[in-house]
């Protein structure tokens, strides 16, 4: 890696094709918190980028040449994230409790996409990374989609242009990537954008596990040594209580999909907010898009 103003300026340009592809143009500020090799000061980027012709700068905003296309749209996503951000994170919260209260096998609920990013606009879906236990990936991701589908039902009713439907409801929660542990530590992609991904990603739920994680993909230095040095907490600490809604789709052994609609406790009905976060879904029902 190049050094001086000189090095900045290419880890620039390497990190602004990283979130180009992502479809944004991020402010000066978010460019120096996530450069590739690593975060300078917002000062020091500004200068380096004073020079070199080919940044596009706009209300506070960056691009490369032929990437100028996203930086009013990326204004406006900015915008209206101030607004909205704040009802969008607690249907996250909300949706990161209970499914990990109904399902212990995921071990980490992280936010992902333009919530955890600062982009979100009115028609996006909430994206979420899991870790999971071995052996469970499945099961959790058929848990994950069930649970999301109360949300789906909470704001059928909602008018938003852009928003995402499935034939029948709109769609609210999207499930990214699930991991299971071993298949995390260390992951067998290793390269800019799975570490970008990580990089993007706010655990709600298992912070630890994500921390451990992280500390088990020593590769990650070479991309964004700066994530290694963060931190996080939980928004809910819970225990196993959920632990039989699980069991009853996995089977005891883990080993099986015994999908016994008898016992498994998974419909709409029983996805109703549990008497334990009270607060949670009075703040969710008066929040995000109208039911």
Same mark, same amino acid.
């Given at each position: 890696?190049?050094?001086?103003?000189?090095?900045?300026?290419?880890?620039?340009?390497?990190?602004?094709?990283?979130?180009?592809?992502?479809?944004?143009?991020?402010?000066?500020?978010?460019?120096?918190?996530?450069?590739?090799?690593?975060?300078?000061?917002?000062?020091?980027?500004?200068?380096? %980028?004073?020079?070199?012709?080919?940044?596009?700068?706009?209300? &506070?905003? *960056? +691009?490369?040449? /032929? !990437?100028?296309?996203?930086? $009013?749209?990326?204004?406006?996503?900015?915008?209206?994230?101030?607004?909205?951000?704040?009802?969008?994170?607690?249907?996250?919260?909300?949706?990161?409790?209970?499914?990990?209260? %109904?399902?212990?096998?995921?071990?980490?609920?992280?936010?992902? &996409?333009? *919530? +955890?990013?600062? /982009? !979100?606009?009115?028609?996006? $879906?909430?994206?979420?990374?899991?870790?999971?236990?071995?052996?469970?990936?499945?099961?959790?991701?058929?848990?994950?989609?069930?649970?999301?589908?109360?949300?789906?039902?909470?704001?059928?009713?909602?008018?938003?242009?852009?928003?995402?439907?499935?034939?029948?409801?709109?769609?609210?929660?999207?499930?990214?990537?699930?991991?299971?542990?071993?298949?995390?530590?260390?992951?067998?992609?290793?390269?800019?954008?799975?570490?970008?991904?990580?990089?993007?990603?706010?655990?709600?739920?298992?912070?630890?596990?994500?921390?451990?994680?992280?500390?088990?993909?020593?590769?990650?230095?070479?991309?964004?040594?700066?994530?290694?040095?963060?931190?996080?907490?939980?928004?809910?600490?819970?225990?196993?209580?959920?632990?039989?809604?699980?069991?009853?789709?996995?089977?005891?052994?883990?080993?099986?999909?015994?999908?016994?609609?008898?016992?498994?406790?998974?419909?709409?009905?029983?996805?109703?907010?549990?008497?334990?976060?009270?607060?949670?879904?009075?703040?969710?029902?008066?929040?995000?898009?109208?039911?």
């Amino acid at each position: 890696m190049e050094s001086g103003t000189a090095g900045i300026v290419a880890q620039a340009r390497e990190t602004l094709h990283l979130m180009h592809d992502w479809g944004y143009a991020p402010t000066l500020p978010v460019l120096a918190r996530d450069l590739l090799g690593g975060e300078v000061s917002t000062d020091s980027l500004e200068e380096a %980028l004073r020079s070199p012709q080919e940044f596009q700068l706009k209300d &506070g905003l *960056v +691009a490369l040449p /032929g !990437y100028e296309f996203l930086l $009013d749209p990326s204004k406006r996503r900015q915008t209206s994230n101030r607004i909205l951000n704040g009802r969008a994170r607690a249907i996250a919260e909300s949706f990161a409790e209970k499914l990990a209260f %109904l399902c212990p096998y995921v071990q980490c609920v992280a936010l992902s &996409g333009s *919530v +955890a990013s600062g /982009g !979100y606009r009115p028609g996006d $879906d909430i994206d979420f990374d899991l870790i999971v236990q071995p052996g469970t990936k499945y099961v959790c991701y058929l848990a994950a989609n069930l649970i999301g589908l109360r949300y789906s039902w909470r704001f059928r009713k909602a008018k938003v242009t852009g928003l995402q439907r499935t034939p029948f409801l709109p769609k609210i929660i999207c499930i990214n990537v699930v991991w299971t542990e071993d298949q995390s530590r260390p992951f067998l992609r290793q390269d800019a954008g799975m570490a970008f991904e990580l990089l993007r990603c706010q655990p709600l739920v298992g912070a630890d596990i994500f921390g451990d994680v992280l500390a088990s993909n020593a590769w990650l230095s070479e991309f964004f040594p700066q994530l290694l040095r963060r931190s996080w907490l939980d928004s809910w600490r819970g225990g196993a209580a959920g632990s039989r809604v699980c069991s009853g789709i996995l089977g005891k052994d883990h080993g099986r999909a015994g999908f016994s609609t008898g016992h498994a406790g998974f419909s709409l009905g029983s996805l109703t907010p549990s008497s334990k976060f009270p607060g949670k879904a009075t703040h969710l029902r008066g929040s995000g898009w109208n039911s």
